[in-house]
């Protein structure tokens, strides 16, 4: 199994990969480099920032994804736009997500966004959400 990590996963995928006795990860990027100037992309939309993104895949990464069981690491999943994109672009990449792990769960929109996909979804710890009682 291979691991894949979105851009501020990437410090937890390193070290779930090395827990687990792996040494493959691949890193799937936000933001431009020189390297991926021919990457797969898919465009995604989150709560930080606002304006829409892309997510980026090496193509030299596709060979180990492709036809390969992956589990996604990411630290935090709130909204699900980044979430949903890295999912998308992963099947773009013929691989087969078995898993999703994140630390932490924020708010309960990345359900809604996710769909079926939500039972992949394994959460260490759920943010909780606080609302104004009495106008308080």
């Given at each position: 199994?291979?691991?894949?990590?979105a851009?501020?996963?990437?410090?937890?995928a390193?070290?779930?990969?090395?827990?687990?006795?792996?040494?493959?990860y691949?890193?799937?990027?936000?933001?431009?480099?020189?390297?991926?100037?021919?990457?797969?992309?898919?465009?995604?939309?989150?709560?930080?920032?606002?304006e829409?993104?892309k997510?980026?895949?090496?193509?030299?990464?596709l060979?180990?994804?492709?036809?390969n069981?992956i589990?996604?690491?990411?630290?935090?999943?709130?909204s699900?736009?980044?979430?949903?994109?890295?999912l998308?672009?992963?099947r773009?990449?013929?691989?087969?997500?078995?898993?999703?792990?994140?630390v932490?769960?924020?708010?309960?929109?990345w359900k809604?966004?996710?769909g079926?996909?939500?039972?992949?979804?394994?959460?260490l710890?759920?943010?909780?959400?606080?609302?104004p009682?009495?106008?308080v």
């Amino acid at each position: 199994m291979h691991w894949i990590a979105a851009t501020l996963g990437i410090l937890l995928a390193i070290e779930v990969t090395r827990a687990l006795g792996l040494d493959s990860y691949v890193v799937l990027q936000k933001s431009p480099k020189l390297y991926l100037c021919d990457a797969l992309a898919q465009e995604i939309s989150s709560i930080t920032p606002a304006e829409a993104q892309k997510l980026l895949l090496d193509r030299r990464a596709l060979p180990l994804l492709a036809g390969n069981r992956i589990l996604l690491v990411d630290d935090v999943v709130v909204s699900g736009g980044s979430l949903n994109g890295a999912l998308a672009l992963l099947r773009k990449a013929e691989a087969e997500i078995v898993g999703v792990s994140t630390v932490l769960t924020g708010a309960h929109e990345w359900k809604t966004k996710l769909g079926r996909d939500v039972a992949l979804v394994l959460g260490l710890a759920h943010i909780p959400q606080f609302r104004p009682v009495d106008g308080v």
